[in-house]
């Protein structure tokens, strides 16, 4: 109503300009670490960002981040180092984009380098000496299967241990810290192998000893590798000294390869069982011949053969079967003998051969001429003699001479009839024989008799007290017979039946004389 009291209003129109505000979008800087896989814009849209003040509840949603700072960033694996991001484009959540002025600011995206450890793998067991070449591996930590080249790994081809050296080189390394190494040992184990020994079995001689014997021990081997092989072993005996009868434990230990190492091996040792067999040894009776003493004894000594080394058999000693004269006689080596080889005889099985070509020859025997008294004293004196062989028939001589195929004398002051006849003399080491042949009945008629000692066993000047008379077996002599110191001379009363023949020991100062006495066959 106003304008009534106004001319036509002169209107000039003009513009209202209404700017829009500044914001600013700040990208944050932004670390991580190389991973082998993303690439730099999948690390790029990650990157967080700030915004200026806004009016209202007006934000920015997002904006366009893009990277620079490398060729090729936009596609590609992310290296490890640093390249820039740039926002743009901002696009608003809430609220119109053209009422605001937006200027960017990049960030740095930092990449770091990832760890990278390099470790050799142990090998402690498994590994058993084959004479291949064992080599060592290792295990990494690098990403998205990157390789490297490794080099320094633990190899060796004979049992021990061997420590790795490794060594790592590559261009991947540029996305890595300095690797971490750590090295291990490879251990190869010796191969075990059992050495045998084989049981042997030999025969005493005499000479070897436990180790000799043990030295010459065989023996076998489980599998080796290749060719190699066992030398020689050192081969302990269980006892010492020299190789008697039985057996003994030999051990093989300390290998000697001919071929190959022996470090190689693991050697387990199996000992063997040494059995010494006894030797043959053969005691052989020599023939002998001897005039009758009735005794079995023989001088003969038999011979040896088998004896080893240098042992030796001592009181050697063989005898007749029995007393009786003959030819084709047996002889056997009497038990006693002794075997000096350090074992008590233990190491010989003895075999004892007897002989049968011994003789026992009959003695000589007396004809007698008829008796003739003596004037003086009425006492039968001694008659003259003739002696023969008892293989000979003579007739009776009356002649005062004397003869003899194998006696040495007759004794003076004899009984008439009695024959006393010396067949060796005694000495400290062998009896000395006199055999006396009384006449034919004198046990029947129960005569008495006087036999005269000769010269040879008895000297004139010789103590009684020197001389002991007894039996064999050394008992006491018969009731019917005694020794006469004073006449030195046996005397006996009346002759039982059957006392003859009898043997008599006379011993004077140690050495013995068997008295023989028997009774003639015949009675010329």
Known sequence: SALSNYNTPVITDANLVIIPKPVTVTNTDRTTTYDGVTNYNSLTSGTAFTVGAMVGSDAVATVTQTPSGFSGVSSGTAQAGTFTVTPSTAVLSTGTASNYSFSYVPSTHTIDKANLSVSATPSLIGNVYNGNAFTGSYTTTALNGETFTVTGQA?????????????????????????????????????????????????????????????????????????????????????????????????????????????????????????????????????????????????????????????????????????????????????????????????????????????????????LPPEAPSASNNIYAPPTLTLFAASATVAPESSASSSSASASSVSIGSSSGVVVNTISSPTTQVNGLVAVLVPSGTATAGTGLVIALPEQVLTSNAASASVKVTLPNNEPLPSWIRYDAATQTLVTTAVPTGAFPLSVVVTVDGKSTIIQISESKTFP
């Open 155 to 367: 190899t060796g081809t004979n049992a021990g241990t061997y420590t790795s050296a490794l060594n790592v080189s590559g261009a991947a390394l540029a996305n890595y810290n300095t690797p971490v190494i750590t090295n291990a040992n490879l251990v190869i184990s010796p191969k075990p192998v059992t050495v045998t020994n084989t049981d042997r079995t030999t025969t005493y001689d005499g000479v070897s000893t436990y180790a000799s014997l043990a030295g010459g021990t065989s023996f076998t081997t489980s599998t080796m590798v290749g060719n190699d092989a066992v030398g020689s072993l050192t081969q302990t005996p269980s006892s010492n000294g020299p190789a008697n009868t039985g057996t003994f434990t030999v051990t093989p230990s300390a290998a000697a390869l001919s071929t190959g190492t022996a470090s190689n091996y693991d050697f387990t040792y199996v000992p063997s069982t040494h059995t010494v067999n006894k030797a043959a040894l053969t005691l052989t009776a020599s023939t002998n011949t001897k005039n009758f003493d009735g005794k079995t004894d023989a001088q003969a000594i038999p011979t040896v053969s088998g004896l080893k080394g240098s042992d030796t058999v001592s009181n050697l000693v063989e005898a007749y079967s029995d007393v009786n004269p003959g030819t084709g006689k047996t002889l056997t080596v009497q038990a006693g003998y002794q075997i000096s080889d350090g074992n008590q005889g233990r190491n010989y099985t003895v075999t004892l051969v007897p002989d049968q070509t011994g003789e026992i020859r009959a003695q000589a025997v007396a004809v």
